[in-house]
C-alpha cells in the first residue's frame, strides 16, 4: 500500500468513528446538560461545598462562579508547585537549582493549566513529581475543559430560552457549579476511565515510580522516567488541554507509543468539541444548526490537513532537500500523515499537544498550524470553547448579510442589536489585539533576538506562534525558542488570562443579553441559518476576520519562508 | 459584586478541593490500579524487555567499544546527544526544533551523511532520510527498514553471522503498517541488537 493511499485510509477511519460517536454523545451531552434530575452522588457533593443545585443564575453570577473557581484554580496549582518537596512522589525534584519551580515559572504553568492552554516552559520529567502531576495537572486538564463547556451551554441555554413576559426566570442561564460538576461526573470522567484503560492497553505507561534504570546491549546505563502518564493523557487529549508528562509530549513513546494510539489519541482530542455541535442542535430544537457548524469546521480541518500533509511531503527548505524529507522532529512510527494529521488537529481544537515539533516543519506547513490557531480556534476548536467561539463568528456573519440587505438581524430566534454584537466584537478582538501587540512588544524588546532557535523570517514565526499559542489557549509551541525568561513568563501568562477569560465573559454577557430576550418567530425577512448558503456565510467570516488581521503577520514569518 | 465574586471563589476553592480528591486522586490511582492487572503492568512499566536491556518503546543509540568492529545496528538521531551520532539524554525528552531553512541543521544533515556512509560503506546519497533526521522525542525506537537494510552487511560482517541470518533477524523486528495501514513500516532497534546478541550466542 502507497504511503498517500495509507494516509487517506487513516484520516478516513478517524472520520467514520468520529462520526460514529456523534450522535450518541452529542444527544449524551444534551441530556446532561438539561437534566433536571441529580445523581445522588452529586447531590452529597453539593452538600459538600454547600450549593443549592435548584439556583438559576443570571450571567453576572455564572460569570462570577467562572472567575472564582479559575482564581481559587490558580493559587491552589501555585501553590502545589512551589510547596512540591514537601510533598510525596516527589522524588526529590524542586529542591535543588535545576528543579526548583521558581515563581514566575509556577505563575506561568498555574494559569496555563487552569486556562485549558497547557503552554509549558518546564521539562516535566525533570521538574515535577507525580503528585503535582495527578493532584494539579491533571484536575485542571479536567475541570478547565468542564468550565469551557459550561459557557458554551450557557450561551447555547440564552438562544434557546423562549423568553417569558416576566417572572423569576428571566435573564437565567444555568447554575455554573451544576454545569460544572456534571461536565466532570456525566462526561469527561466517564471517558477518560474508558480512555485511560484503552492508553495502558495500547502501551502508555501507567507508573507511580520516578523511573526504570536499563543497561543496554553495549553495557551503558541509562534510566527511563516513568509517570502516571495514562491517566492524564487521556483527559489531556479528551479535555483538548495538551500539557505532556513527558517534555517530548504525544512524540514521547511512554505517551503515545504506536500508530493506533495515535490515531486514538487524535479521536479523543477531535471528540467532544465535534459533537458539541450535535448538542447545541439538540438543545436549540433544530439539529441541522448544528450540522451547518460542524461542516463549516470539518469544511477548514479538511483544507488545512491537506495542505499540511502535501507541504511536509514536498518541503522546500535546504536541510530537508539535503536529507531527502521533512523527517526532523518527527517520529517514524507516525510518518509524515500521522503528524500533519495531528498538527493539525490539535492547533485546530485548543489541544496543543504534538507528536511532532511543529517548529521543525516547512514554511507553509508550519504556517497552517499557526493559522488554524489565528482563526480562533474553530476548527473543531477547544472543549467548549470551540463551540462558543464559532457561534460568535455566527452572530457576526448574521450581522455582516444584516447589513448587506438592510434587516435587523436575528440568529436562531433572537434580535442581534447593538448590545449583542458589541459582546461578539469583544470576543472576537480579544485575541488578535494580545497576539499582535504581544508579538511587537517581544520583538521590540533587545533580549529577543537570543532567545530564538531559527534565525529570520522562521525565527519571527516562533515569536508570532508564542503569542497565537498562548491567547488562543491551546499550548503547543514553536518550541525552539526560550520562554523562560520573566518577561516571556509573564507576558505569555497575562495573554492566556485575557486570551481565554475576555472572550467568556464576553459570551457569558451575550448569554445573559439573549435570554432576556423573548423568542421572535422566523419572518419572511429571516435569513436561514441551517443551509450552505449560511454555512458558506460563517466559514467566509471565519477566514475574513483572520485575513484582515494578521495577513502583515503571517506575510514576515512563514510566508516570508513558504515562498523562499 | 465583590460579595459575589468573594462567595463565588470561597465555593469554587471548596469545589476545587473536592474534584482534587474526585479527579487528582481516586481517578489516577484507580486507572493505576486496573494497570496492575497481569497483562497490562509490563506495559504500563514501561514495556521492558527481558533482562532489563532496554525498553521496546525507547530507543537509545548503543556505543560500539571499537568503532572498526561495531556489531550494533543504530537508531535514529538524537538531538540532546553529544555528536552528530550516538545516544541522546533519555532524562529530557526533545527534539532539534530546527526548521529546514536552518544553517546548523543543513551542516549536522551533512555530517551524518558522511559518517553514517563511511560507517558502512556506502555513497552518502543512500543514507535514508530518517538516519539523517533527529526524532521529535529523542527517543525513536525504530528506524525504516531501508535504514536497517543498510547496516546488514556490517552487523553480519562484524558479527560473523551469515547475511542470510542477519537479514531474517530484521525481518523478526520489522512491523509492517498497524492494521494494515496505520502509521509506517518500522524496525525496532532495542529488539533487533537484542536478537542479534543472542543469536551470537
Redesign the interface.
Known amino acids: ?1 502507497s ?1 498517500a ?2 494516509g487517506l ?2 484520516a478516513g ?1 478517524l472520520v467514520l468513528f468520529l462520526a460514529l460517536a456523534y450522535k450518541p454523545l452529542g444527544g449524551w451531552m444534551a441530556r446532561v446538560y438539561s437534566d433536571e434530575k441529580h445523581w445522588r452522588a452529586e447531590r452529597l ?1 453539593y452538600r ?4 443549592d443545585p435548584g439556583v438559576q443564575q443570571r450571567w ?2 455564572y460569570a ?2 467562572v ?7 490558580i493559587v ?1 496549582l501555585y501553590l502545589l508547585q512551589r510547596l512540591q518537596p514537601l510533598l510525596p512522589l516527589a522524588f526529590g525534584r524542586g529542591t535543588d537549582d535545576a528543579t526548583t519551580v521558581a515563581p514566575a515559572m509556577a505563575f506561568n504553568t498555574a494559569v496555563s493549566f487552569v486556562t485549558n492552554t497547557n503552554w509549558q516552559s518546564y ?1 516535566p ?2 521538574v515535577l513529581g507525580h503528585t503535582v502531576q ?3 495537572l ?2 485542571q486538564n ?2 478547565s475543559a468542564a468550565v469551557g463547556m459550561a459557557v458554551a451551554v450557557a450561551l447555547v441555554r440564552g438562544f434557546a430560552t423562549r423568553g417569558s413576559r416576566e417572572g423569576d426566570g428571566i435573564g437565567r442561564i444555568g447554575n455554573f ?1 451544576v454545569d ?2 456534571r461536565g ?1 461526573t456525566r462526561i469527561l ?1 466517564p471517558l ?2 474508558v480512555a ?2 484503552a492508553l ?2 495500547m ?7 520516578s ?8 553495557g ?1 546505563q ?5 509517570a ?1 502518564a ?3 493523557e487521556a ?1 489531556k487529549e479528551l479535555g483538548t488541554n495538551g500539557g505532556g508528562i ?3 509530549n504525544s ?4 505517551e503515545n ?4 494510539s ?2 486514538f489519541e487524535i479521536f479523543l482530542l477531535l471528540v467532544i468539541p465535534v459533537a458539541l455541535t450535535r448538542t447545541f442542535g439538540i438543545m436549540v430544537g433544530n439539529r441541522r444548526q448544528g450540522t451547518v457548524l460542524l461542516a463549516v469546521m470539518g469544511g477548514i480541518w479538511a483544507v488545512f490537513l491537506g495542505l499540511t500533509w502535501l507541504a511536509e511531503t514536498f ?21 509524515v500523515p ?1 503528524s500533519a494529521l495531528f498538527a493539525v488537529s490539535t492547533t485546530g481544537t485548543s489541544t496543543g499537544a ?4 511543529h ?5 507553509a506547513g ?1 504556517g497552517i498550524t499557526l493559522l488554524n490557531m489565528l482563526l480562533g480556534e474553530v476548527a473543531p476548536g477547544g472543549a467548549g470553547a470551540g463551540l462558543y467561539g464559532i457561534l460568535v463568528l455566527a452572530i457576526i456573519a448574521v450581522f455582516l448579510a444584516g447589513l448587506m440587505v438592510g434587516r435587523t438581524p436575528e440568529y436562531l430566534g433572537k434580535k442581534l442589536g447593538r448590545v449583542q454584537v458589541t459582546y461578539a466584537a469583544v470576543s472576537i478582538l480579544a485575541m488578535p489585539a494580545l497576539v499582535l501587540l504581544g508579538s511587537g512588544l517581544a520583538i521590540a524588546l533587545p533580549g529577543t533576538a537570543d532567545a530564538l ?6 525565527g519571527f514565526s516562533e515569536v508570532l506562534y508564542a503569542y497565537a499559542s498562548a491567547a488562543n489557549n491551546n499550548g503547543s509551541a ?3 525558542i526560550t520562554v523562560t525568561s520573566d518577561f516571556f513568563q509573564t507576558s505569555l501568562a497575562v495573554a492566556m488570562l485575557f486570551g481565554r477569560f475576555v472572550p467568556i465573559l464576553a459570551v457569558l454577557g451575550l448569554a445573559g443579553s439573549l435570554a432576556r430576550q423573548r423568542h421572535v418567530e422566523p419572518g419572511a425577512g429571516t435569513l436561514p441559518t441551517d443551509g450552505v448558503l449560511f454555512g458558506a456565510l460563517v466559514g467566509g467570516t471565519v477566514l475574513l476576520v483572520a485575513a484582515l488581521t494578521f495577513f502583515p503577520a503571517m506575510a514576515l514569518g512563514p510566508i516570508a ?1 513558504a515562498l ?1 | 459584586m465583590l460579595t459575589t465574586l468573594r462567595r463565588q471563589t470561597a465555593t469554587g476553592l471548596r469545589l476545587l478541593l473536592v474534584m482534587t480528591v474526585l479527579c487528582g486522586l481516586v481517578y489516577p490511582l484507580a486507572i493505576w490500579g486496573v494497570s496492575r492487572i497481569p497483562g497490562l503492568s509490563g506495559q504500563a512499566e514501561g514495556s521492558i524487555v527481558a533482562g532489563g536491556a532496554g525498553s521496546s518503546l525507547i530507543g537509545v543509540d548503543p556505543v560500539p567499544a571499537d568503532p572498526a568492529a561495531d556489531p550494533y545496528f543504530h537508531t535514529r538521531p538524537s538531538a540532546s546527544s553529544q555528536g552528530a551520532l550516538g545516544p541522546g539524554d533519555t532524562t529530557t525528552s526533545g527534539g532539534s526544533n530546527k526548521g529546514g531553512f536552518d544553517a546548523e541543521l543543513l551542516q549536522d544533515v551533512r555530517e551524518r551523511q558522511a559518517l553514517i556512509a563511511g560507517r558502512e560503506g556506502v555513497a552518502p546519497s543512500a543514507v535514508p532520510v530518517d538516519a539523517v533526521t533527529a526524532s521529535a522525542s529523542g527517543l525513536d525506537p525504530d528506524i525504516s527498514p531501508a535504514y536497517a537494510a543498510l547496516q546488514e552487511m556490517r552487523v553480519a560482517r562484524v558479527t560473523g553471522l551469515p547475511v542470510d541470518r542477519v537479514r531474517a533477524l530484521v525481518a523478526d523486528a520489522t512491523d509492517g503498517r498497524m492494521l494494515g495501514f496505520l502509521g509506517e513500516p518500522t524496525v525496532n532497534v532495542t529488539e533487533l541488537n537484542l536478537a542479534v546478541r543472542d543469536a551470537r550466542g
Do not use: C, Y
Not at chain 1, 512524540?251 to 511512554?254: I, K, Q
Not at chain 1, 507509543?257 to 493506533?260: C, D, E, G
Not at chain 1, 518541503?315 to 517514524?332: C, H, I, S, V, Y
Not at chain 1, 532557535?453 to 522562521?458: T, V
Open positions: 500500500m504511503p493511499v495509507a485510509l487513516q477511519v457533593l459538600i461545598v454547600r450549593v453576572t453570577t462570577a462562579g472567575l472564582g473557581f479559575s482564581f481559587a484554580s491552589l521539562v520529567e525533570a495527578m493532584a494539579g491533571t484536575v479536567v475541570v457549579w460544572l460538576t466532570v470522567l477518560a476511565v485511560a484503560i495502558v492497553a502501551g502508555t505507561v501507567m507508573s507511580l515510580r523511573g526504570v534504570d536499563v543497561t543496554g546491549v553495549d551503558a541509562s534510566t527511563l522516567p516513568l502516571p495514562a491517566s492524564q483527559v513527558f517534555n517530548a512524540a514521547h513513546p511512554f507509543p504506536n500508530a493506533l495515535n490515531l518541503p522546500n527548505g535546504p536541510a530537508a532537500l539535503a536529507a531527502g524529507g521533512a523527517m526532523e522532529g518527527k517520529e517514524l512510527r507516525f510518518g500521522g504534538v507528536n511532532s515539533l517548529d521543525s516543519f516547512s514554511g508550519g532557535n531559527n534565525e529570520g523570517a522562521h514553536f518550541a525552539g519562508e523562499s
